[in-house]
C-alpha cells in the first residue's frame, strides 16, 4: 500500500514495479481519481485493507512533507501494517549500511559504507549518503543532495536540491536546508539554512492586527 497518491506516490509506485513488489492500492484522503493506471486509490486505510485480502500488508509513505509523512505513518502501524523499504535497482546501496522499514530510496542514489537511515526517510533521485553518515527518521534528502563522510541529518529534517553537508558536519532536527546551501560546521535543531557556507536565516514573523 501507497499511501499518498500525488507526485511522489506515483514515483513511489514505478520504483516499486521496477524492483518487482505489489501494489495492491494507494491511499490519499483527496483521492485524484478512483485509479492510477491499474492501482486502485482510496480515501482511508480501513476500506482498502478491507477490500483486498492480505495476511500481511506492507506500506510506505509517499508524501513530501515530513510531518505529515510522519503522522501517516504512524496511522499506518497503529492500523497494524507493517512498514517496506522500497528501493530502486538502480541504487547503489552498501551491505554494510543500515535502511531503517518505511525508507524509500529512488533512482541512481548511494548509501555507502557504515551509513544508518532511520524509518520513513525519503532519499530521493541522485541522492548521496556517504560513509558512516546517520540521517534521522522522517527526514527528507532530496534530489542531488550530497551528505559526505559522517555528517549528520536530525530527525524531521529537510535538505533541499543540491544542497550538501561536507565531512563531520551536523544539522538538527526538525531543520531546513535550502537549495545549493554547503553545511560546513554544526547547526542546533529547528534552523533554516542558506547560502555557501550555509547560515541561519530566521524565518521573519509578520505582526498582524485585529
Given at each position: 500500500?501507497?499511501?499518498?497518491?500525488?507526485?511522489?506516490?506515483?514515483?513511489?509506485?514505478?520504483?516499486?514495479?521496477?524492483?518487482?513488489?505489489?501494489?495492491?492500492?494507494?491511499?490519499?484522503?483527496?483521492?485524484?481519481?478512483?485509479?492510477?493506471?491499474?492501482?486502485?486509490?482510496?480515501?482511508?486505510?480501513?476500506?482498502?485493507?478491507?477490500?483486498?485480502?492480505?495476511?500481511?500488508?506492507?506500506?510506505?509513505?509517499?508524501?513530501?512533507?515530513?510531518?505529515?509523512?510522519?503522522?501517516?505513518?504512524?496511522?499506518?502501524?497503529?492500523?497494524?501494517?507493517?512498514?517496506?523499504?522500497?528501493?530502486?535497482?538502480?541504487?547503489?546501496?552498501?551491505?554494510?549500511?543500515?535502511?531503517?522499514?518505511?525508507?524509500?530510496?529512488?533512482?541512481?542514489?548511494?548509501?555507502?559504507?557504515?551509513?544508518?537511515?532511520?524509518?520513513?526517510?525519503?532519499?530521493?533521485?541522485?541522492?548521496?549518503?556517504?560513509?558512516?553518515?546517520?540521517?534521522?527518521?522522517?527526514?527528507?534528502?532530496?534530489?542531488?543532495?550530497?551528505?559526505?563522510?559522517?555528517?549528520?541529518?536530525?530527525?524531521?529534517?529537510?535538505?533541499s536540491t543540491n544542497a550538501t553537508l561536507i565531512p563531520f558536519a551536523k544539522v538538527g532536527e526538525n531543520a531546513m536546508v535550502a537549495a545549493g546551501a554547503v553545511v560546513t560546521k554544526?547547526?542546533?535543531?529547528?534552523?533554516?539554512?542558506?547560502?555557501?557556507?550555509?547560515?541561519?536565516?530566521?524565518?521573519?514573523?509578520?505582526?498582524?492586527?485585529?
Amino acid at each position: 500500500m501507497i499511501i499518498g497518491a500525488g507526485g511522489h506516490g506515483r514515483v513511489v509506485a514505478d520504483v516499486a514495479r521496477a524492483a518487482n513488489i505489489d501494489i495492491f492500492a494507494f491511499v490519499d484522503q483527496s483521492p485524484p481519481a478512483a485509479k492510477l493506471g491499474d492501482i486502485p486509490v482510496y480515501a482511508d486505510i480501513e476500506t482498502a485493507l478491507a477490500e483486498n485480502e492480505y495476511e500481511q500488508p506492507h506500506f510506505i509513505t509517499a508524501i513530501g512533507d515530513n510531518q505529515i509523512r510522519a503522522r501517516e505513518y504512524s496511522r499506518a502501524v497503529a492500523a497494524g501494517l507493517q512498514p517496506a523499504s522500497v528501493v530502486h535497482p538502480s541504487a547503489v546501496i552498501s551491505d554494510q549500511s543500515y535502511i531503517a522499514p518505511g525508507t524509500f530510496v529512488a533512482a541512481l542514489s548511494v548509501v555507502n559504507n557504515d551509513a544508518s537511515v532511520g524509518e520513513n526517510v525519503i532519499i530521493n533521485t541522485g541522492a548521496i549518503v556517504e560513509h558512516d553518515c546517520v540521517v534521522g527518521s522522517h527526514a527528507f534528502i532530496s534530489p542531488g543532495a550530497v551528505l559526505c563522510g559522517a555528517a549528520r541529518v536530525g530527525a524531521y529534517t529537510f535538505v533541499s536540491t543540491n544542497a550538501t553537508l561536507i565531512p563531520f558536519a551536523k544539522v538538527g532536527e526538525n531543520a531546513m536546508v535550502a537549495a545549493g546551501a554547503v553545511v560546513t560546521k554544526n547547526f542546533p535543531d529547528d534552523v533554516r539554512l542558506m547560502g555557501v557556507p550555509a547560515v541561519h536565516r530566521p524565518i521573519k514573523q509578520t505582526d498582524s492586527t485585529d
